[in-house]
């Protein structure tokens, strides 16, 4: 129960020396707190719901949440697409509530921008009436789970147009940064990027799947992106500023890491002496450093 619900106002009742009129109001008062209090057991909501522009819309993963990654919603004129990654079963269904809640139009395609391979339950909770458009590489990620998907799947190399309407979306590959097989989404008429899990917005997220100059590399890349907007994997909407303050992090954190790697320190020691000024990491990373270094360490040490 949130603090200063319903326990404290039955007790203020109680212990009221106060006329019949104010105990209504106190009665009434508590009522109302109990009704719009979480119940004991429903689960925290996953997403928060922000509005882009006109017809799109983020959903902001909570990022201590099993999401873990926003999603991003375009409503076309006839349907609804989403775009995004890790999505649970509890994700997808609460994805799909919120798009009803903003929309009578259907839920017609999910853009998967990657799949992390080992995740069997993640990615297939859609129902079977939504296609899924995605990379052929997170394809044949998504095949290599023992978990078979019902859905219509429609997987391209390196780009892909889709246009309906006065709506653009343009999907592109960017490899080899974050995670094989994942892509970016593009709107043109708008200046929107849906960058996915490979930028993330005041927040930490865990590093440990993908090849970290590959991963500069691309950010270098949409920075020359017009944009006016741009929904990150974690965190709130941002624009491109907050794309390059990810990239310098980025940057930071790997030549941290390097310079390890040059005294000759083990991932261990890394790990152990790690250090950058706290104004530069970014909120949660505590959370998310042990692996990170781990996997940074990991993937410096064999590209030199
Ligand atoms: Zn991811």
Same mark, same amino acid.
């Given at each position: ?195 996915? &899990? $490979? ?6 997220? /865990? ?5 970290? @100059? *590959?991963? !500069?590399? &691309? $950010? ?6 017009? /944009? ?5 994997? @974690? *965190?709130? !909407?941002? &624009? ?65």
């Amino acid at each position: 129960m949130w603090p200063g619900s319903g326990t404290t106002s039955t007790t203020a009742m109680r212990n009221c020396n106060c006329n019949g009129a104010t105990r209504v109001r106190l009665l009434l008062a508590a009522l109302l707190l109990l009704l719009f209090s979480p119940a004991a057991g429903v689960a925290a909501p996953l997403y928060s719901v922000t509005k882009v522009d006109e017809r799109l819309y983020a959903a902001i993963a909570d990022p201590r949440g099993e999401a873990a990654s926003n999603a991003f919603i375009i409503i076309t004129p006839t349907s609804v697409t989403v775009a995004g990654a890790h999505f649970t079963p509890a994700g997808a269904a609460e994805i799909t509530r919120i798009i009803a809640a903003i929309t009578p139009l259907p839920l017609r395609s999910v853009i998967l921008t990657h799949h992390h391979q080992e995740s069997p339950a993640v990615d297939f909770g859609f129902p079977p009436t939504v296609e899924l458009i995605t990379s052929a590489r997170s394809w044949s990620n998504l095949k290599g789970e023992k978990q078979q998907l019902n859905n219509q799947v429609i997987s391209f190399e390196k780009v892909m147009t889709i246009v309906g309407g006065k709506q653009t979306i343009l999907l592109t590959v960017m490899e080899p940064g974050y995670t094989a097989g994942n892509l970016v989404v593009y709107l043109p008429e708008q200046a929107v990027l849906f960058a996915s &899990d $490979l930028a993330y917005n005041n927040v930490a997220g /865990v590093m440990d799947d993908g090849h970290p @100059r *590959g991963w !500069v590399q &691309d $950010l270098l890349q949409l920075e020359n992106l017009v /944009v006016t907007k741009v929904v990150p994997g @974690r *965190g709130n !909407v941002t &624009d491109g500023a907050g794309l390059q303050r990810f990239r310098f992090f980025l940057q930071d954190f790997f030549t941290e890491i390097m310079g390890h790697l040059e005294r000759g320190e083990s991932a261990e020691e890394t790990v152990r002496l790690f250090h950058l000024p706290p104004e530069k990491i970014p909120p949660l990373f505590p959370l998310v450093q042990r692996k990170s270094i781990e996997w940074a360490w990991r993937e410096l040490q064999e590209q030199r």
